[in-house]
Each structure stands twice: as C-alpha cells, then as structure tokens.
C-alpha cells in the first residue's frame, strides 16, 4: 500500500500562492494516480487536481484550472501542487491521493468513483486565504 505524506499549505492573502507537496512511499509513480482533494464544513470533498504519472497528464477542476499547476518530482517520489492567484473559495483542507487509474475506451481516469474505497490518503494540509 502506498503512504502519502503531506507538507506545505499555510495562509495567505488573496492574491498569493502556495504549494502543497506530497510524498508517495512505496510507489515509483508508474502508472499512478496522484492529486488533491479539498474539503471544508460547507462543502463535500471534491477533487481539485490529479496527474497520471506514467503519461504525465494533469486535470484539474473547473474552478482551479489556470491558477493551480500540479507537477511531479519523480527523484523524490513527490508530487507538487503551485497554487496560484488563490482565493477566499480555495480555503479548504487539502488531501493528497493515490490511485490506480482506469482506463476507458483509451481515455484514462484517475480516481474513478468506482474505485473510491482503493484512494489512499495524505494526512491533509490546510489552506487558508484571507479576502
């Protein structure tokens, strides 16, 4: 079982940056799934950012698709998310993930919700960014 351990976070003002790493242990980053889900008392887990590691693409959400970066760091076995241009909407606890990804009809998925019971999860880091 891979073990995800998180750093980084932090607060900001609105308008700044940050980075989230995360580390994967027991993984090579080999036809992996790894990225970021975010979630406060307002709103229910939703993903953020994922990268598949052996092709290298990067999704992102919607509402962080041009401000977030997620890069891989493969000599560290560590992946990074640069945050950037935050927002008060950004605040949110953050929780790195691992999976498999699924592949269909040639398009790859990463954290399909028919392998939700396989993610494994980092311990979360918090982001705060102040209006």
């Known amino acids: 079982q891979v073990q995800l351990v998180q750093s980084g976070g932090g607060s900001v003002q609105a308008g700044g940056s940050l980075n989230l790493s995360c580390a994967a242990v027991?993984?090579?980053?080999?036809?992996?799934?790894m990225g970021w889900f975010r979630q406060t008392d307002e709103k229910e887990r939703e993903g953020v950012a994922s990268?598949?590691?052996?092709?290298?693409?990067?999704f992102y959400s919607n509402s962080v698709k041009g401000r977030f970066t997620i890069s891989q760091e493969k000599g560290k076995n560590t992946v990074h998310l640069h945050m950037n241009n935050l927002e008060s909407g950004d605040t949110a606890m953050y929780y790195c993930?691992?999976?498999?990804?699924?592949?269909?009809?040639?398009?790859?998925?990463?954290?399909?919700?028919?392998?939700?019971?396989?993610?494994?999860w980092g311990q979360g880091a918090q982001v705060t960014v102040s209006s």
């Open positions: 993930a691992a999976d498999r990804p699924v592949v269909d009809g040639g398009v790859v998925v990463c954290f399909s919700p028919d392998r939700q019971g396989s993610f494994q």
């Open positions: 027991n993984n090579d980053y080999n036809r992996l799934c």
């Open positions: 990268l598949y590691t052996f092709g290298g693409t990067a």
